[in-house]
């Protein structure tokens, strides 16, 4: 089996679509099942080599979002001799954009059936970048868009249930399937958090909150700071560490310094996920997620998977990872409502030990190696060499496929 995937991210960029991709390129690997990746190539890249198995192509910047890359569309079709060579068994498009006209045409002169994971969830974040637009057209904008997308696909695979609704809801008529990204087992292991808090000067005794993540509006991490700002009160000792870079760094700070903040939030910008990530994972009391547009919400896991308790709002895909708590707390919608939970966690060691102990054993639950399992499956059904899982329809478990 060869899978094609296609994607306009990719590391050195850093979001849950790039671990994703990797994460499951290396447990299909274990299945000798053989991926090969189309992505965009980066500035940063210069003079790093990918291997055989990745192909960089020429993009463009996009002036909106410095981060992001625009693939051009005929270096993707000079890849095509090449493929025909090692012709692939289907096409999996892994983002919505140029990854996705150009998966389709390359299927079609394959003849190769063409899948896609669902990763965005457009609809609710989409007016932070076109802010001229009402919300309202914006949302029927994006219903049409995925819409359009997905019914032209052979299947799509989404990260939760929460998402199979929403794709039906817009009239998505398409195969749906669950599939959430599992964790590789070196995110459970190393890390020291007492090295962390040495290196960026955050002493012992500080109760220590961390987000991981895209420094991105639709993160929702302003609704923290309103948070922090009603904590610090009760545990003065509180401190905010965000992780991660993006378009709304210069607005939270700003909002930071408006709230009194100053010595209770730090903006540390990206860490090596390999080794610096691990030990801020290890470093904090409590991760802390307020994003309401996650497909999945993997960066919860990670956390979990190191022992760090969770306290985040059960959203749209945070609801699987979320229910029945364990290793983790959900938070109510409104910031004194979350700061409730967090002053009494901190405030109870015993509590924290036993969520740190929980979280663990439920991220394990999670393994790439199963998930990768079920993603062969699902490649064999469209493929036609072995048979697949049903379809999952609205409101079956998300163990069905």
Same mark, same amino acid.
């Given at each position: 089996?060869?899978?094609?995937?296609?994607?306009?991210? !990719?590391?050195?960029?850093?979001? +849950? &679509?790039?671990?994703?991709?990797?994460? !499951?390129?290396?447990?299909? $690997?274990? #299945?000798?099942?053989?991926?090969?990746?189309?992505?965009?190539?980066?500035?940063?890249?210069?003079?790093?080599?990918?291997?055989?198995?990745?192909?960089?192509?020429?993009?463009?910047?996009?002036?909106?979002?410095?981060?992001?890359? #625009?693939?051009?569309?005929?270096?993707?079709?000079?890849? %095509?001799?090449?493929?025909?060579?090692?012709?692939?068994?289907? &096409?999996?498009?892994?983002?919505? !954009?140029? @990854?996705?006209? *150009?998966?389709?045409?390359? @299927?079609?002169?394959?003849?190769?059936?063409?899948?896609?994971?669902?990763? =965005?969830?457009?609809?609710?974040?989409?007016?932070?970048?076109?802010?001229?637009?009402?919300? /309202?057209?914006?949302?029927?904008?994006?219903? /049409?868009?995925?819409?359009?997308?997905? /019914?032209? %696909?052979?299947?799509?695979?989404?990260?939760?249930?929460?998402?199979?609704?929403?794709?039906?809801?817009?009239?998505?008529?398409?195969?749906?399937?669950?599939?959430?990204?599992?964790?590789?087992?070196?995110? !459970? &292991?190393?890390?020291?958090?007492?090295?962390?808090?040495?290196?960026?000067?955050?002493? $012992?005794?500080?109760?220590?909150?961390?987000?991981?993540?895209?420094?991105?509006?639709?993160?929702?991490?302003?609704?923290?700071?309103?948070? #922090?700002?009603?904590?610090?009160?009760?545990?003065?000792?509180?401190?905010?560490?965000? =992780?991660?870079?993006?378009?709304?760094?210069?607005?939270?700070?700003?909002?930071?310094?408006?709230?009194?903040?100053?010595?209770? &939030?730090?903006?540390?910008?990206?860490?090596?996920?390999?080794?610096?990530?691990?030990?801020?994972?290890?470093?904090?009391?409590?991760?802390?997620?307020?994003?309401?547009?996650?497909?999945?919400?993997?960066?919860?896991?990670?956390?979990?998977?190191? +022992?760090?308790?969770?306290?985040?709002?059960?959203?749209?895909?945070?609801?699987?990872?979320?229910? +029945?708590?364990?290793?983790?707390?959900?938070?109510?919608?409104? @910031?004194?409502?979350?700061?409730?939970?967090?002053?009494?966690?901190?405030?109870?060691?015993?509590?924290?030990?036993?969520?740190?102990?929980?979280?663990?054993?439920?991220?394990?639950?999670?393994?790439? +190696?199963?998930?990768?399992?079920?993603? *062969?499956?699902?490649?064999?059904?469209?493929?036609? =060499?072995?048979?697949?899982?049903?379809?999952?329809?609205?409101?079956?478990?998300?163990?069905?496929?």
């Amino acid at each position: 089996m060869h899978s094609l995937m296609i994607s306009d991210v !990719f590391f050195p960029r850093i979001n +849950g &679509v790039s671990t994703s991709i990797e994460s !499951f390129r290396e447990a299909l $690997a274990a #299945l000798h099942i053989r991926t090969s990746l189309i992505a965009p190539r980066y500035p940063a890249q210069q003079g790093r080599a990918d291997g055989p198995t990745i192909h960089r192509v020429g993009s463009l910047p996009l002036p909106f979002d410095p981060e992001d890359r #625009l693939m051009r569309r005929r270096f993707i079709r000079e890849l %095509l001799p090449l493929l025909r060579e090692d012709r692939p068994d289907l &096409v999996h498009v892994q983002t919505p !954009f140029a @990854a996705h006209y *150009a998966g389709l045409e390359l @299927a079609q002169a394959l003849g190769v059936p063409c899948i896609a994971s669902y990763h =965005t969830y457009f609809e609710e974040y989409l007016f932070h970048y076109i802010p001229l637009l009402p919300r /309202n057209l914006l949302r029927r904008l994006a219903r /049409n868009f995925s819409r359009g997308q997905c /019914n032209a %696909l052979d299947g799509i695979i989404v990260p939760s249930r929460a998402m199979v609704e929403t794709l039906e809801g817009y009239g998505v008529t398409a195969a749906l399937h669950v599939l959430p990204t599992g964790l590789a087992e070196s995110r !459970f &292991v190393g890390g020291c958090g007492d090295f962390f808090r040495l290196r960026y000067g955050i002493a $012992a005794h500080r109760k220590m909150l961390l987000y991981v993540g895209r420094v991105a509006f639709e993160k929702n991490i302003g609704f923290l700071l309103e948070m #922090l700002a009603r904590l610090k009160d009760d545990q003065p000792q509180a401190l905010l560490v965000v =992780t991660g870079e993006g378009p709304a760094l210069r607005a939270l700070q700003e909002q930071a310094s408006a709230l009194g903040l100053d010595g209770f &939030v730090r903006f540390i910008g990206y860490l090596d996920r390999h080794t610096e990530l691990h030990d801020c994972y290890r470093a904090a009391d409590v991760f802390v997620f307020a994003s309401r547009t996650e497909t999945q919400g993997l960066v919860l896991l990670e956390a979990m998977a190191l +022992g760090t308790p969770a306290v985040a709002l059960a959203e749209m895909g945070t609801c699987d990872i979320l229910e +029945g708590e364990k290793g983790c707390r959900i938070a109510p919608a409104d @910031a004194e409502g979350f700061a409730r939970v967090i002053a009494r966690l901190l405030d109870d060691p015993a509590t924290l030990q036993r969520l740190s102990a929980e979280a663990r054993e439920h991220a394990r639950s999670w393994s790439a +190696g199963s998930m990768a399992r079920r993603l *062969a499956s699902l490649y064999g059904m469209w493929t036609g =060499t072995s048979p697949g899982p049903l379809r999952l329809g609205k409101g079956a478990p998300a163990d069905a496929t």
